[in-house]
């Protein structure tokens, strides 16, 4: 049974740019999260798709968007990119929005590095 | 969005018992308590979760104050494998708002 997956491992961007990264949730999960983890600090909540649509959403400017697909899977986009975007980036999925008994699977994170 | 307090750091030494404090005084009477732990070069892992009552699961221990405002994560027999970071996560819509946790250390 494979868990989360993200792709791609690692990227490397300019100022800027604009980034794609890619989720796919644990089977049977239908619930995904973002967060960024900067280095040496505990991950942040960018936000949450369920149902194809954003349900809940961090303190993160309108330049990191996403989207959830009908299969579940997940993309995160970040434009405009700026040096203090590089992170980890990792995403969570989960059974059901809305029974918070179900713990979340992380992935091992997507390291964006801005040059 | 409540407020954790954990140690920044803690030491322990292989197979003796654990116990990671975490303070959460504003927690609402529907959060959940959940802890998670970060191995190096890993996304986070769940560990356990509770509510009210006392947690038990194959990795560890949860004990909850009757006051919900403080819990404690107890690793029964710390290994190797246990040194990371571990956070505690009052939460109840699964938008985890991780505070900086607290690395733990296993010496053998």
């Known amino acids: 049974d494979a868990g989360v997956t993200q792709s791609p491992t690692h990227l490397i961007k300019t100022r800027g740019q604009q980034v794609t990264l890619r989720c796919s949730p644990k089977?049977?999960?239908?619930?995904v999260s973002w967060y960024q983890q900067a280095l040496g600090q505990g991950p942040q909540f960018i936000f949450q798709y369920y149902e194809e649509e954003e349900r809940q959403r961090g303190n993160f400017p309108d330049r990191f968007s996403g989207h959830q697909f009908p299969n579940y899977s997940s993309e995160l986009n970040v434009n405009a990119l700026l040096l203090g975007d590089s992170a980890l980036y990792l995403c969570?999925?989960?059974?059901?929005?809305?029974?918070?008994?179900?713990?979340?699977?992380f992935g091992d994170g997507t390291r964006l590095s801005i040059l | 969005d409540a407020k954790t307090t954990q140690p920044n750091s803690m030491e322990s030494n292989e197979e003796e018992p654990v116990h990671l404090p975490c303070n959460h005084s504003t927690i609402s009477g529907t959060d959940y308590i959940h802890w998670y732990r970060q191995l190096p070069s890993q996304g986070p892992e769940y560990v356990i979760h509770g509510l009210t009552s006392n947690v038990n699961n194959r990795m560890a221990s949860l004990a909850i104050a009757e006051d919900r405002k403080s819990s404690t994560l107890i690793l029964h027999r710390a290994t190797l494998r246990d040194a990371a970071v571990y956070y505690c996560i009052p939460d109840n819509n699964n938008d985890m708002r991780f505070g900086a946790g607290t690395r733990l250390t296993v010496k053998p």
């Open positions: 969570a999925s989960s059974k059901t929005r809305d029974s918070p008994n179900q713990p979340q699977h």
């Open positions: 089977s049977g999960h239908d619930t």
